[in-house]
């Protein structure tokens, strides 16, 4: 896109310079609205216009098979590599694996209508419509979009325009992914086996705080926080205005180790619902026991802290924002999809919002009409765009007043030992991000939106912020955390 704006650019000035350009120039349309991020965003399991992957052979806007090698098409041709470069196959928007090529979409025949990016740029006003662009790519992480990846010559490309995203779930879902064919190995993620144990008398299932201190310690070691903080930050300095999505609900059946044998002959589409799947949690042999557990909560409690880590870099970078000449913390918003409505859309239900065939992990066509949704709300709200049942992109776009008190989302302790991590609210309830400061930084600081107290007692004093989302007023409140 950079490429066609220069040209675009160098003409203007030539028409300007013999006198063809008029008024009319005011008509011109704004900015595309540029969708980034990961799979969710970039439509997986629905293939694109173009699609030059090998074995991949999918007419655009169809599904791929329920099937793990035979044939074109299938899981294991359309799963992206964890050791190349991602190239976008089998992805709503790829085009020959630079979704960035496509320019803006357009309707027609033989164009991608299946990721919500396109869905929105279907349903707009026509005679108030904003330009869409998908650059998203499938199996893209933090890093890659950060400085010294593959993809931050896109990400620095983007000014003064809107941006969505969704970004952080890659590496850290597939590390509790556990597959097997017939007993052979497919996939056995790093953090599978922090699901269940097996003792003499059977499988025993660990607490879900066990998964998600997995989960955690995978976020740490890819650095996703600073990563995710980099790629708001870049956004930001570029005068663009942000909205990151969190991700919706979900059990794949292949979490963990509770069902790790695939059908062969049905693929991956077939498996057990998570919530059917219970055991007795007991963290050893001689350890008690503590009820019981199931693979949905063990999956949703690590859905929750990748969802948690989301917003705490929001906040974060909004608190910069803060102290940053130019910058508005209020251009980077956060948009939380609709997660009791998405429990009740699950695969392998009637009418699932998650797409079956890679397993359940990703949004089905229904799905994306559902994030749609969320995307189309929160634009209104934060930003006064794509308001209405018909979305509209204005020129100049109102928010309403603020007249709503934000409040935080979950308790602040009032008590922390030394030298510990101890969870903070990340979210207010009207559902956005909160920053944290603290205010006695030799007692204590923030990690990640964690607070962390060091070896000195005292009181450790903290001040939570939100910004102005729409209605909704900023929010400022200051805390005491006695140390000891």
Known sequence: ???????????????????????????????????????????????????????????????????WYFGDNSLSDCSPSGTTTPIDQCSNNNYNGAPWSAGPWKAGANSPNVAYSYQIAASQDPTKAA??????????????WDTGGPFNFQLNSIKNTNVVMTLGANPILSSFLQIKLALV???????????????????????????????????????????????????????????VMQYYTTCPWSF???????????????GNPCPSQVQKVSECSSCPVKGKTSQWEQAIAAQNAMNAKIAAAVGSVQQWAKTQPGISAGN??????????????????????????????????A??????????????SAFGQWCGTQ?????????????????????????????????????????NAVGWTSLTPKICGIHEGDL????????????????RSGNEKKHRSKYVVRVK
């Open 367 to 380: 799905g994306h009409a559902q994030l749609a949704k969320t995307v189309t709300g929160a634009m209104c």
């Open 452 to 467: 962390v107290t060091y070896k000195k007692d005292g009181k450790c004093k903290v001040v939570a912020s939100a910004v």
């Open 131 to 144: 330009p869409v662009e998908n650059w998203a790519v499938t199996g893209s992480t933090p890093a890659q």
């Open 185 to 243: 190995p497919v996939s056995n993620g790093a953090c599978a086996d922090s699901t269940q144990w097996l003792g003499w008398t059977g499988w025993w299932a660990y607490p879900p705080s066990h998964v998600v201190d997995c989960a955690d310690q995978q976020w740490a070691a890819n650095q996703q926080t600073q990563h995710l903080e980099n790629v708001y930050k870049t956004l930001l300095k570029n005068q663009n205005k942000v909205l």
């Open 391 to 431: 979305p509209a992109w204005v020129d100049a776009p109102t928010v309403a007043k603020a007249t709503v008190t934000q409040v935080l989302k979950g308790k602040v302790p009032t008590k922390a030992k030394n030298k510990v991590a101890v969870d903070l609210p990340h979210r207010t309830k009207q559902q």
């Open 332 to 365: 980077l918003q956060m948009a939380v999809p609709d997660q009791g409505a998405w429990q009740q859309h699950q695969a392998p239900d009637k009418d699932p919002w998650v797409f079956a065939n890679d397993t359940w992990i990703h949004p089905s066509k």
């Open 1 to 67: 896109m950079g490429l066609r704006r220069y040209i675009g650019v160098l003409v203007a000035a030539v028409f300007a310079a013999v006198g063809f350009v008029s008024p009319a120039a005011a008509d011109d349309p704004p900015p595309s609205v540029v969708f980034i991020g990961d799979s969710v965003t970039a439509g997986f399991g629905y293939f694109g216009q173009k699609e030059n992957a090998k074995n991949i052979s999918g007419t655009v806007n169809n599904p791929y098979p329920s099937s």
């Open 256 to 270: 963990g180790n509770w069902q790790p044998e695939g059908n062969v002959d049905k693929g991956p589409a077939a």
